[in-house]
């Protein structure tokens, strides 16, 4: 008798039981069990587990948001060696209320360096007898290659560091770094980027000092003053400065939100000994090698400081940074306001007990040593850390895989002592795996369909601002067709060869625990150091089934024992993945309003969300198949996400965007007035003109505020082929992901700092070689993009002794350059460099042009800043938009 004509009972708490089934015509004719000897769970008790995982969820997201309290300057008294976060919050408001501080304005290069120094000097007045300290200002210039988006050659000139050095009471050859930097991005106060770090330091200084701490090395305190530059005067110290040769080891503050618990997502390369004193000593653990892998991979556009020390200093370093509110990152709103004294504390506590922690390190070994194996690690919901050298990570994998392996093994016979052999057993656990997949697949395509429609009505990034929406959206789904696909396939297909419930659900239940086994193998063969989630899985899945098997070998007895210790053991790989789950969330879900329109946001977001919860919900999902009224269960998620999606497309509840200062997610954008000017090879202007260029932020750029902003209706997509870097002034090499960008041609205008490039001399340096000789005037950001003509290849350069490092785009086939240049000095710097080409045999040194090559200029800061039309135009955005605009020129050139 099929499940269609089952008889219905009524819920309650006695098991109901089964219909029989058919023979099973595999075993010879023999009768099997029927499964009315076998009951299933009541609906009750599944609903419980279902309540209980979404309390779950409640419960791990306000723990991940839970911060100590902020010490105040009256508790020192309490507490007197410790962190106060109510000085450090005064540091930083002195620092704030500065406003932007951008390299090369005034507000960076001296008022900035004169409030840091004068809280350096307070602190070491009163607290530094019986140390020297000394106190240096640097002023540097060079020039360095980056694989950093596109790739590019990062040019400086007289940025600036203040660094203070504490030197250990007994002499020390080594030394370790504490950096953060007080320059920040064009209209914002920079309190969390990076503000706040260069408080925390300033207070952990003055506790260092004040405690009298014994110092077994030297410290270095660097305050550097061109991180938004593209980690430019990080660079100037590690590669020029007299005190860097003596660093051993770094830690690196940074941000991409504000506030939070600050999350350490990079360490080494190659020196576990600093990961091993922060697992030890730190008080509020928070890490993990899935976020430095996430980081690393580049789907977070951004870099730290940390990149520099590694590859430049060749140093090992831990990097952290706040995560949380990244809406605030970069923008107007990112003020003392948005930072908790709590946040302030818990980072003041962790860097000082790790400072602490790294200063009783006495074996020089172990800070020289750069051979030993990284580690793998994460935090335990923040409570403390696990982790172990990359090199057992073969042996640790093998063994579970074998645990795994010997808990199927177990489960065969358990089901064989039950009527069903080996053979019939595997087949069907084949195609349960081969179901499971299928689940996965067509939750996925359930998401996509779902972010496509959205996408179509213009309704998309409903999360951005309230993230609730995901779970509506994307994770109850996810959950609702994967149970019902197992469902489906699992009692209408396999219960023909199974003969009862629990057998079938042992049968799903291995074909989950095999394959997140295949993926532990698969992420160690492939290097993948997030492979510990799977293993999480694989030990407590194998752990649950062997102590199920024994103490439960009769499955007519399976009731609410059997379902705790399932929910028990299982629960704890289940809660360590949604609190990393809900992490990326926290980090993905305010950048994708800074990723570009080129990439569909809302399909990002759902592919992620069905990827992570679909795996996250494989050992849930199976439980329907032991429920008394399976369909319930499948339905009741459903329906909540058509209710939900009613709701979104027939109310303003799903507006993206707030500008709410008590909950912050305004769209952003970028806008430049810019000032275009084309020349030919007799440096005769061929073409000009002016507009705004919109560098678009999310999908839903330009047309979000065309209602408010009239002339975005006027707004064209930037045609890429008229020029090199679609012949528009990109501050950055960001063409990977910031491709598509509109443009609004305006009234011409008068430019306040001219960009001009001249071509001073060509000399042929030998047959097949030719030297060109430029100087560049213009403001204190400046680019340059070029590209040699067919048959001309760029050989050296002034620029920077490494080899030239190319763009991975190209131009008409040819190689493409980006130069980042800037200067720091109040007064105009006059820019020299040389360029040597490759070129033909047959090259004409007097005829012959030899490259495209474009100038742009950024008013950034100051007076010169903005255009009266470009004032006018920004005041029309929005309460719910932050912008970030300047004005620039554009001179391209044939020479």
């Not at 400065?241 to 941000?255: G, P, Q, S």
């Not at 009234?747 to 001399?761: G, H, M, N, Q, Y």
Request: charged fraction near 20%; proline fraction near 5%; include cysteine.
């Amino acid at each position: 008798m099929d499940e269609s004509t089952r008889i219905r009972q009524r819920p309650g708490r006695s098991f109901a039981p089964e219909v029989p089934q058919k023979q099973n015509r595999r075993d010879g004719g023999k009768s099997k069990q029927s499964d009315q000897q076998f009951a299933r769970l009541p609906n009750t008790f599944l609903y419980a587990v279902v309540a209980l995982m979404f309390t779950t969820f409640l419960i791990v997201t306000v723990l991940e948001r839970r911060l100590p309290r902020g010490l105040r300057v009256e508790d020192e008294a309490q507490h007197p060696d410790t962190f106060i976060a109510e000085r450090a919050m005064g540091s930083l408001m002195r620092l704030t209320d500065i406003g932007p501080r951008v390299a090369g304005s005034y507000e960076n290069e001296v008022l900035a360096v004169k409030v840091l120094r004068k809280d350096v000097d307070a602190i070491v007045a009163e607290f530094g007898a019986g140390f020297k300290v000394e106190v240096d200002v640097q002023k540097v210039s060079g020039a360095f290659p980056l694989a950093f988006f596109d790739g590019m050659t990062n040019v400086y000139n007289d940025v600036q560091n203040l660094i203070v050095k504490v030197n250990a009471q007994v002499k020390s050859p080594h030394t370790l770094m504490l950096n953060c930097h007080f320059d920040s991005v064009p209209d914002s106060p920079g309190a969390s980027d990076d503000g706040a770090a260069c408080a925390v330091l300033l207070e952990i200084m003055r506790v260092v000092l004040k405690t009298k701490l014994k110092l077994n090395y030297n410290l270095v305190f660097l305050f550097n003053g061109a991180e938004e530059n593209i980690m430019q005067a990080s660079h100037g110290f590690i590669t020029q400065h007299k005190w860097a040769k003596d660093v051993k080891a770094f830690i690196n503050l940074e941000a991409c939100g504000a506030g939070g618990r600050e999350l350490l997502f990079q360490v080494g390369p190659k020196n576990p000994w600093l990961l091993e004193v922060y697992s030890q000593v730190v008080p509020y653990p928070y890490a993990s090698t899935l976020a430095q892998e996430i980081f690393q991979s580049g789907v977070i556009p951004g870099d730290t400081d940390f990149r520099v020390f590694r590859d430049f200093g060749h140093i090992s370093g831990v990097d952290f940074a706040w995560s949380s509110n990244g809406y605030v990152y970069h923008t107007k709103y990112d003020s003392v306001e948005q930072i908790p004294l709590g946040s302030l504390q818990r980072t003041g506590d962790n860097i000082l007990a790790l400072l602490r922690g790294l200063n009783e390190i006495t074996d020089q070994r172990k800070i020289s040593d750069t051979s030993t194996n990284d580690l793998i690690f994460f935090d335990m919901l923040g409570a403390f850390m696990v982790r172990w050298r990359e090199n057992l990570t073969a042996l640790i994998s093998v063994l579970a895989a074998c645990l795994s392996a010997f808990a199927v093994y177990r489960n065969m016979k358990s089901a064989k002592r039950l009527g069903t052999d080996n053979t019939v057993y595997y087949a069907a656990m084949m195609k349960a795996i081969a179901i499971q997949i299928l689940g996965w697949i067509l939750s996925l395509a359930c998401c996509l369909v779902i972010a496509l429609s959205l996408t179509i009505l213009g309704r998309t990034m409903s999360w951005y601002a309230r993230p609730i929406w995901i779970y509506f959206l994307y994770v109850l789904p996810t959950l609702s067709v994967s149970m019902a696909v197992v469902h489906h396939f699992g009692v209408r297909q396999l219960k023909k060869t199974i003969p009862n419930i629990w057998t079938l659900f042992q049968v799903y239940y291995d074909a989950i625990q095999i394959l997140w086994t295949l993926l532990l193998l698969m992420t160690y063969t492939l290097g993948i150091r997030s492979g510990f989630i799977a293993l999480l899985w694989v030990v407590f899945s194998s752990v649950q089934s062997l102590i199920s098997n024994r103490a439960f070998p009769d499955a007519r007895k399976k009731s609410i024992k059997w379902l705790l210790l399932y929910v028990l053991l299982l629960g704890i790989p289940f809660v360590q993945s949604f609190y990393l789950d809900l992490g990326a969330i926290g980090m993905f879900v305010p950048t994708m309003g800074r990723t570009g329109s080129a990439f569909n946001s809302e399909i990002i977001i759902a592919t992620m969300i069905c990827a992570m919860f679909g795996m996250l919900f494989s050992f849930v999902c199976q439980l329907v198949l032991v429920a008394q009224f399976p369909h319930i269960l499948q339905r009741i998620p459903a329906s909540f996400t058509f209710l939900a999606l009613a709701v979104l497309l027939l109310t303003d509840l799903g507006f993206p965007y707030s500008g709410d200062v008590t909950s912050l997610a305004p769209q952003r954008f970028i806008i430049s007035n810019i000032d275009r000017k084309f020349y030919d090879e007799k440096r005769q202007l061929s073409a000009q003109d002016a507009g705004f260029w919109i560098i678009d932020m999310d999908i839903n750029t330009p047309e979000s505020v065309e209602m408010a902003v009239s002339e975005m209706k006027r707004a064209k997509l930037v045609d890429c082929s008229r020029g090199i870097y679609c012949a528009m002034p990109y501050p950055l090499p960001v063409m990977n992901f910031i491709f598509k960008t509109h443009y609004i041609e305006t009234a011409p205008f008068e430019v306040a700092i001219e960009t001009d490039l001249r071509l001073v001399s060509k000399t042929r340096l030998s047959p097949d070689t030719v030297r060109l000789n430029f100087t560049c005037h213009g403001p204190d950001h400046m680019n340059l993009m070029f590209a040699g003509m067919p048959g001309f290849e760029l050989q050296a350069w002034s620029l920077d002794p490494e080899k030239p490092l190319a763009s991975a785009h190209q131009y008409l086939g040819r190689n493409m350059y980006f130069v980042y240049y800037s200067y720091s000095s109040l007064e105009p710097k006059v820019w020299n460099f040389h360029l040597d080409f490759k070129v033909p045999p047959k090259f004409n040194i007097e005829k012959d042009t030899v490259l495209d090559i474009t100038a742009s200029g950024h008013m950034i800061h100051g007076r010169n800043k903005t255009t009266p039309q470009l004032t006018d135009f920004m005041s029309r955005f929005p309460s719910w938009t932050t912008a970030t605009f300047w004005t620039s020129a554009l001179r391209s050139y044939k020479y």
